[in-house]
Every structure is written in C-alpha cells, then in structure tokens.
C-alpha cells in the first residue's frame, strides 16, 4: 500500500511539472517579453509609410504602439482613425500611446491630443508641454483619465532640452494630478553626458527617481564618441538593469523600442535590440 502510493503520487508530480513545463513553453511561445508590454516608437520606421512601419513591427512579434505623428497625424479624420485601427488589428498590435506633444496653457488647444487619444483608446500621451501648461493638465488628465508622459530630449544645439532629466521633471509635476509624469528616453539620458554638458544620467536610477510617475519608456542605447543610437549592449545602456527598476517601480506601461540610425531600413538593428530585451525579460519580470 506504501509502495503504490508513493508511486502513484509521484506519477501525479511527474504528470503536474509536465503540465506546467507545458504550460510555461506555450506561455512563452505567446508572450515571448515576460509580461512586459513591449512595442515601439513607429518614427523608428519613419522612413516608411505607417502599413509598412506596422509590417515590420509584426515581424519583429512588437504587439504594442506608440504612434509618431507623421504616421497617425492629430488631423485624421474619424473614418482615417477607424483604418489606423483596422489596420492594427491585422497586425495584432495595440495603439497604447502616441506623441510627442507640445502642450499649452490653452485648454482649448490641448484639449484637441486628449480627444484624439480618446477615439483610439490611447493610455499614454507623450509629451514636450510648456512649463504653464500643468494646471490645464490637471483638468484634463482628470476629465479623460489619460496620462501625460513628459519626454526627456537631451542636448538640443548648445543647449540641454527644458526637461532632460527625472529631477528637473519630478519637480514640475509632484504637486499635479498623478496622471502627469514621464516617459524617459534612456537614449536622450545617455546624451546628456556629452560635452560640454557633461550630465552623467544613469537610466536605472533616473527610473527609481520618478517612481510611480513613470508612464512609458523609449528604450535606446546610445554611443557618445560616434554621437549615434546603436544596438542595446554596444554603447552603455544595461538592459537588465532597466527592467529591474521597472520592476521596482512597479511599472505597467509600454516600453516603446525606438532606434534613430539607419533610418533607410532599421529592422534587422532592432531585431538585434530586441534579442537584448528578451533575454533580460526572461529573467526579471514585472511586479
């Protein structure tokens, strides 16, 4: 009687990590970015018209969008609206988050990216606003209960963007509506180490700085003697080290892939990008 139990539970242990082995292998083969939302920037494909951007991102298995306004213009019409989301249901990819926007004090004005943002379903606004722009974005986060990612540009000409850091963002928005925080761009963060700007920027820790503010992330990786993105690993990002601190930050948004070189045809880059981020991913998943 021993001896047939003992057998039979082990068969029923044997039979359960079968089963869940099974289980985890399919999971994998359906999500291959351990649970994290990942797609990308279209202006990566810029040079492509927004059917051929979405090609590419389907053979790269990006299943989320952050739409550059050249391919999903502000302007589109409510029948031009229904095709970018035609088209996105053919390709399997989610229309998360678009810009980048230059909201104003106006409401009227910016009133115009949040109804936009409302007919596609978006979540995320990525954003360059005005430095008196918060208090209309108080309202109208509020109204529409979409977020406002402000984006880091790094060094513009001589001079570093108005918002190219997470301590220079924190303190514009921690007394606003919660729905008002960042989307940093590692790339633009690596940037600011230039010279004459020399302002070290650890991605990592710039992510932990903005902590539940974090709305979106453009992922780049960036080499500041060739002054060019290139393939994550080849400059200084450290992919794993980003991911852990979404994961402590408990972030749920979109990591929007975005690469600027080789604008004539970028996908074989960003395959290569993309091996990076699922290896990390594999290993530190979300919270």
Same mark, same amino acid.
């Given at each position: ?8 539970? $082990? ?91 230059? $909201? ?146 408990? $972030? ?36």
């Amino acid at each position: 009687m021993s001896h047939s139990t003992t057998r039979r539970e $082990f068969l029923a242990a044997s039979l359960g990590a079968l089963a869940a082995t099974s289980w985890a292998a399919r999971g994998a083969e359906a999500d291959p970015w351990g649970g994290w939302k990942v797609g990308a920037q279209s202006y990566t494909w810029r040079q492509f018209t927004f059917e051929q951007a979405l090609d590419r991102m389907k053979k790269c298995d990006l299943r989320y969008l952050e739409s550059f306004p050249a391919h999903v213009p502000l302007e589109s019409s409510g029948q031009q609206l229904e095709a970018v989301q035609r088209l996105c249901k053919e390709h399997n990819v989610v229309p998360y988050a678009s810009g980048v926007f230059p $909201f104003v004090k106006d409401i009227d004005k910016s009133r115009v990216y949040f109804e936009f943002a409302r007919k596609q379903g978006l979540k995320v606004l990525t954003a360059d606003p005005a430095p008196d722009a918060f208090d209309t974005l108080d309202k109208l986060c509020e109204e529409y209960k979409v977020a406002v990612a402000i984006h880091p540009h790094g060094p513009i000409g001589n001079a570093l963007h108005k918002w190219y850091s997470a301590e220079i963002i924190l303190a514009a928005v921690k007394d606003h509506h919660p729905l008002i925080g960042s989307c940093l761009d590692t790339g633009h963060l690596i940037r600011s180490a230039q010279e004459p700007f020399g302002k070290k920027l650890d991605p990592a820790e710039q992510i932990r700085i903005m902590g539940s503010r974090n709305f979106g992330i453009h992922l780049k990786d960036h080499d500041n003697k060739k002054r060019e993105d290139v393939i994550y690993g080849q400059g200084v990002l450290d992919v794993p080290a980003v991911l852990q601190a979404l994961r402590e930050v408990k $972030f749920d948004g979109m990591i929007s892939v975005e690469y600027e070189a080789k604008p004539e045809e970028p996908t074989a880059d960003v395959a290569e990008c993309l091996a990076v981020v699922k290896r990390a991913a594999s290993t530190i998943h979300p919270a």
